[in-house]
């Protein structure tokens, strides 16, 4: 069973910065972080593969957010930069030992392992 343990949520200025961890117990192929925002669906974020390879962004975060691993850790890191009001959300760390194509890193349903969500906020 694999275990993902989300931190670094809270409240931050317009353009300011917040990096989230996620430690993971527990071997998996693919590593990804999604958003909820209250009213919305959960969408992805970025996503990695721990063997290193192409990442993925969706398009609203692209040259402001940065996923990176440190595999001697098992943890999964999201530096967040220029945040914005929109990026207001739940982030949850999902994790997958499919191994995935990059055309189904994006996908929800591919996820089986998720952790409990850290609170970005972005407020003024």
């Known amino acids: 069973q694999v275990q993902l343990v989300e931190a670094g949520g809270g409240l931050v200025q317009p353009g300011g910065s917040l990096r989230l961890s996620c430690a993971a117990a527990g071997r998996t192929y693919v590593v990804a972080w999604f958003r909820q925002a209250p009213g919305k669906e959960r969408e992805i974020v970025a996503a990695?593969?721990?063997?290193?390879?192409?990442?993925y962004y969706t398009n609203s975060v692209k040259g402001r957010f940065t996923i990176s691993r440190d595999n001697t850790k098992n943890t999964v890191f999201l530096q967040m930069n220029g945040l914005r009001p929109e990026d207001t959300a739940l982030y949850y760390c999902a994790a997958t030992n499919t191994h995935l194509i990059q055309s189904s890193l994006s996908r929800l349903s591919e996820y089986e392992y998720w952790g409990q969500g850290t609170q970005v906020t972005v407020s003024s």
């Open positions: 990695t593969r721990w063997s290193g390879g192409s990442t």
